[in-house]
């Protein structure tokens, strides 16, 4: 089946400092990744929608300054969380989708970030 | 609006004993695909199961079966004879048309106890 990997598996960082995650689609191209945040205990919210070449399409409340998504190949999607501060801790989840709508999601295994 | 209501929060049984997942889900698309993930405390998300708006024919696949019923908007899921393994935090999602993204919208989940 499809495979999504999601790096890293988990990052501790001083507030102030950027950290960036990968996401990686090994055996399909992913014409449109996804990013979502999950709080403990909560569900998974969407922060972005990212079509290969083309900026990302934010949703309400999340600030594109401080979350970067760079979605530049066919098989990479990055999201840096720029100058993280403690409430940016979370689970960070990407997810990719083939080319046609109707394509299902695959999901990466997610980043824990804490940021002390 | 939430587009999709998992009532229950947690549910705890025995192992051997059935359960059943709630899902209710809010849409206007006529075309839409609903899903069923399984969280378990590693947090990777794990597909089970989808079923589109046209397909209303209920499943068994092993342990798992489902009960679409377009008519209550309800997607339920049924888990036979549970074991402790199954213990994780299920998500129901809808996945509209939405301007063509088909993004996913998750339920609160719903967190499942088996007990030995």
């Known amino acids: 089946g499809a495979v999504v990997s999601q790096h890293p598996s988990w990052v501790i960082c001083k507030s102030g400092t950027s950290v960036k995650i990968e996401c990686r689609s090994l055996d399909f191209q992913a014409t449109t990744m996804f990013w979502y945040r999950q709080f403990p205990k909560q569900s998974l919210m969407l922060m972005a929608t990212?079509?290969?070449?083309?900026?990302?399409?934010?949703e309400q409340g999340v600030e594109k300054d401080k979350f970067l998504i760079n979605h530049a190949s066919l098989t990479l999607s990055t999201l840096t969380v720029t100058s993280a501060h403690p409430e940016d801790s979370s689970f960070y989840i990407c997810?990719?989708?083939?080319?046609?709508?109707?394509?299902?999601?695959?999901f990466g295994d997610g980043t824990r970030l804490s940021i002390l | 609006a939430q587009k999709v209501t998992q009532a229950q929060t947690e549910i705890s049984v025995v192992e051997k004993e059935d359960v059943t997942l709630d899902c209710v889900y809010e849409?206007?698309?006529?075309?839409?695909?609903l899903f069923w993930y399984k969280q378990p405390p590693s947090g990777e998300l794990v597909f089970l199961i989808r079923?589109?708006?046209?397909?209303?024919q209920n499943e068994i696949s092993g342990r798992y079966s489902w009960n679409f019923q377009k008519s209550t908007s309800s997607f339920n899921f049924t888990i036979t004879a549970s074991q402790v393994v199954d213990s994780a935090v299920y998500f129901c999602a809808l996945s509209e048309a939405q301007g063509n993204d088909y993004k996913l919208s998750f339920g609160a989940g719903t967190t499942v106890t088996v007990r030995a």
């Open positions: 990212s079509n290969e070449g083309s900026k990302a399409t934010y």
């Open positions: 079923r589109n708006s046209f397909d209303e």
């Open positions: 849409t206007r698309d006529t075309t839409y695909y």
């Open positions: 997810s990719a989708r083939g080319p046609g709508v109707r394509q299902p999601q695959h």
